[in-house]
């Protein structure tokens, strides 16, 4: 277990966005959170490196730990922690640089200037999504460039340059077409070697297709949780089985 939830409720002033979650999250696997849009699906993805908290009005109560360590804490290190876990979003946000500058923004960010050093970086973090081989003669050409499929994948190579353990993945695949997220998703089945996954979707068969464990959310409450097979083939709760049934949402 890499990540643990007890008691979390969050709160935009006086509207719970999410109630009570208990939720406990395995390392190196690829966790999918579905519902209906509105449902608190990505407010838990950002609860996991504290991006709410740059939501004017939001309170928390609970706990979560990452490797038993309490990210709420007063003492905890932010920076570190959005270091460590890392988040894409549903659109590619490319920078309006080149190919290698996007890679090495976040290491030189880090204090590593290094040249030879980026440039292992670089081709390390490219080749690991499979850009490596297509782009090393490019790597000075506008990031913007690129297809929304390969900017996609730079995003997370921008990600992985850092080294984090985490990766938060809200809607990755919304703004590509099927082709583009076929290989998205093949990539995402490879990197959980390495990383803790957690994809928010509204794609019921994505999830079928890729994720090992699933949570379905319902107005702010984690309804149900367990393998994809359970959740999709033999839910526990009536609630889930309306909505993979199509009965709402």
Known sequence: MIIRTANLNLYYHKFQALQNVNVNIQRNIITGIIGSSGCGKSTLLRVFN????????????????????????????????????????QRPNAFPLSIFDNIAY????????????????????????????????????????????????????????VEPEILLMDEPCSALDPIATGKIEELMIELKKKYTIIIVTHNMQQAARIADEVGFMLLGELVEFGTAKMIFTNPRDRRTFDYISGRFG
């Not at 908290?53 to 360590?69: K, N, R």
């Not at 499979?130 to 050409?141: G, N, P, R």
Request: aromatic letters at 4%; one cysteine or more; hydrophobic letters at 45%.
């Open 50 to 89: 504290r991006m709410n908290d740059l939501i004017e009005g939001v309170g928390i109560t609970g706990s979560v730990l990452i490797d038993g360590e309490d990210i709420y804490s007063p003492m905890h290190d932010l920076i570190q922690l959005r270091k460590r876990v890392g988040m894409v979003f």
């Open 106 to 161: 976040g290491p030189r960010v880090w204090s590593i200037s290094d040249k030879k050093t980026l440039s292992e970086i670089v081709e390390r973090s490219l080749s690991a999504v499979d850009l490596f081989a297509d782009l090393q003669d490019k790597l000075d050409s506008p990031a913007l460039g690129l297809s929304a499929e390969k900017q996609q994948r730079l995003c997370i190579a921008r990600l992985l340059a």
